[in-house]
């Protein structure tokens, strides 16, 4: 795999994984319209495009003036709040510029996709640990925007002849270990950027909604992987594409729990502070459990994580919080 075109990777995730790409030699073009994203996550070494994905004059010259082996598709909108709220435009973000996008690359003969999907497909799974083929029962609008495009590369496989690869991915945290890129959004609702900036003295408390499911000590329980897993799950995913040329559904999750207050707990040990936390209602459709199951990635993919420990996922995205303040 030689060169890959990314989109979103001005975003958490998205520049990761370039990051994570360029160091293992590959190329990187990113196209991003900074909607959400960050300038200063853009690596100096990938090739930038400002240009929204549904751009199809410009999305086309960015194809046919460089020679991509695959698509890295990360570029969305993926705040679950803002979706209740405006369930319209994540549709439109999601699904209708998502599906422009896909169908420039597919019309300009790029027909290997990786795109980045939500364990939030699966909705409320009866504290069992998920598997790819559950039944899909999404609770708001970004995992109904999210499952919307997913079906749009199931159904047009064949006809348009493309294959794909789906990754669902379940609670993404931490940074990178040298702090080049982590998530970065001000008004983020992800849990452990929340807590890092409660931490860091940026937010006076941490709210937990809900101590009453029916978990252990009552808070829900969520899979959190570190976002450097994540990308070498991209880099391998990406070349069993290239090299298999087959279609597949992935999980990408460690098969763990935490609940909430296990995770506050290990955040007071790392920070040497005592977060102070408020307990508020359970919000309406929030899921109780959700940790994946794994077989399925590790059967078709050989891969061990190197970052699965909560010590050093809080300890990355701490670090990096720390770091934030230096950044604009
Ligand atoms: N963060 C998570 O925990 C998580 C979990 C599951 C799935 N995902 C998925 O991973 C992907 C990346 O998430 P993230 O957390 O990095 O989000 P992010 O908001 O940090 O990054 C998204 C990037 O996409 C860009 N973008 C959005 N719409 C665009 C458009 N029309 N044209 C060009 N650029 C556009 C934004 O500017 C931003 O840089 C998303 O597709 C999201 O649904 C994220």
Redesign the pocket.
């Known amino acids: 795999m030689k060169s890959v075109l990314l ?9 990761n994984v370039a990051n994570f790409l360029l160091d293992r030699g590959c190329k990187v073009s990113i ?8 300038k200063n ?1 853009i690596p100096k070494k990938s090739k930038f495009f400002l ?4 751009n199809q004059k410009r999305v086309t010259e960015i194809i046919k003036g460089n020679n991509f082996d695959i698509v890295m ?6 705040k679950v709040d803002e979706s209740i709220k405006h369930p319209k435009r994540y549709n439109n ?2 699904y209708n ?1 998502g599906k422009i ?1 896909l169908d420039t690359c597919f019309k300009n003969n790029l027909k290997k996709i990786i795109f ?5 497909v699966y909705g409320n799974a009866n504290n069992k640990k998920v598997k790819e083929d559950n039944n899909l029962k999404p609770i708001n609008p ?1 995992a109904k925007s ?1 499952i919307k495009l997913e079906n749009y590369l199931i159904k047009n496989s064949k006809v348009k002849n493309f294959k794909f690869i789906i990754l ?6 931490g940074a990178d270990k040298r702090l080049r890129s982590g ?3 001000k008004s983020s609702t ?1 849990l452990i950027k929340v807590l890092c900036e409660v931490a860091t003295g940026k937010r006076k408390k941490f709210r937990i909604n809900g101590n009453n499911y029916t978990t252990k000590d009552g808070t829900p329980v969520r899979d959190f992987i570190h976002v450097s897993d994540l990308a070498e799950i991209h880099y391998l995913t990406a070349k069993y594409l290239i090299r298999n040329n087959k279609s597949k559904i992935f999980n990408c999750g460690y098969g763990k729990g935490y609940s909430i207050l296990e995770v506050v707990n290990k955040m007071n040990s790392i920070s040497k502070k005592k977060i102070p936390i408020v307990f508020g209602k359970r919000r309406e459709n929030d899921i109780e459990v959700s940790i994946s199951c794994i077989k399925k990635f590790h059967k078709h993919i050989k891969w061990k994580p190197k970052y699965n420990s909560l010590k050093y996922i809080l300890r990355t995205a701490y670090e990096w919080e720390k770091k934030l303040s230096y950044i604009k």
């Open positions: 989109t979103g990777g001005a975003g958490y995730i998205g520049s196209i991003d319209n900074l909607i959400t994203g960050n996550l240009c929204d994905i549904a598709h990360f570029a969305g909108l993926v973000f999601n510029k996008f980045s999907s939500t364990a939030s970004y999210k669902r991915y379940f609670n993404v945290a998530l970065i959004s992800n």
